[in-house]
């Protein structure tokens, strides 16, 4: 069976980092261009960031720019977001996906769980 797995949200204080990871089982991203999303509250789901398959173009909302990481591990199985200076405006879940468009905007492979993220003083 295959599926993602996010880990690594929690409650952070204004300014601080998060690493989000997120692991497939059962087949290797390897293959797949990544991204991550989010979804706060009343809002519509966005692309955050996305990764194409060799690693030569990146995506990056204007709202995370110069503040957000995305990034392959070694083992070829695990995506990271390194997310640093983080503000109020960045709670949301957040999720991982495989196979975003170029846009980032739409998802034609898998979605993970979902990991909540809280930015707050």
């Known amino acids: 069976q295959v599926h993602l797995v996010e880990s690594g949200g929690g409650l952070v204080q204004p300014g601080g980092s998060l690493r989000l990871s997120c692991t497939a089982s059962g087949f290797s991203l390897d293959y797949s261009s990544i991204g991550w999303f989010r979804q706060a509250p009343g809002k519509e789901r966005e692309g955050v960031s996305c990764l194409s398959v060799t690693g030569k173009r990146t995506y990056y909302a204007d709202s995370v720019k110069g503040r957000f990481t995305i990034s392959r591990g070694n083992d070829k199985n695990t995506i990271y977001l390194q997310m640093n200076n983080l503000k109020p405006e960045d709670t949301a879940v957040y999720y991982c996906?495989?196979?975003?468009?170029?846009?980032?905007?739409?998802?034609?492979?898998?979605w993970g769980q979902g990991t909540q993220v809280a930015v707050s003083s």
């Open positions: 996906a495989t196979d975003p468009d170029l846009g980032c905007a739409v998802v034609s492979g898998l």
